[in-house]
């Protein structure tokens, strides 16, 4: 599971934020700021694309942070917006999405029981669904699986999705590149 640990790399905070996701056993990518804000959008959008969560301390909430958690909404990501001094909160609120999920702090402790709580609860719920179209011989195949094996239907496409997924070098390099 990658985790995109949004804000402002310099800031302490930040910095705090991603040593406790990695503590707490979790690949984790951030920012890589050029000085050039398209590059930097492009790169934020494929970040938030290749990680499976969003964190952002809003502490010091700036358009930047903003578009993150609405590109991640809009690309269904769990996000969890956090913050030590309540300031930003309501802002935050603004951002009407299930998927959106806003915290306030006041201790490292604090900190550490709502990130392990929330990435417990995305581990948990990763799961997508997929409506396929698939031609009769597959469904045929499919039917087969499910009647003469302990196998469902789903488990033999994810199965094959997932290694299709594992052998895609393009995709894997697209995964790593983002990987800490």
Known sequence: MIIYVSGHTNHKKHQDLVSLVGKLGY?????????????DFTESHDRILAADAMIVDVDSLDEGNGYEIALSSKLDKPTLVLSSNGKLLDSAKL???????????????????????????????????????????????????????????SDVVRSAVEDVARLDKEYQSFLKKYQR
């Open 27 to 39: 690949d984790f990518t951030t920012k890589d700021e050029k000085g050039d804000y398209l590059q």
């Open 95 to 153: 951002f009407k999405s299930k998927k959106i999920t806003v915290k306030e702090y006041k201790s490292s402790e604090d900190l550490e029981k709502i990130l392990t709580e929330f990435l417990n609860m995305v581990k948990d719920t990763l799961d997508a669904k997929l409506f396929m179209i698939i031609p009769p011989t597959v469904n045929k195949y499919l039917d087969w699986i499910a009647t003469h094996t302990t196998k469902s239907k």
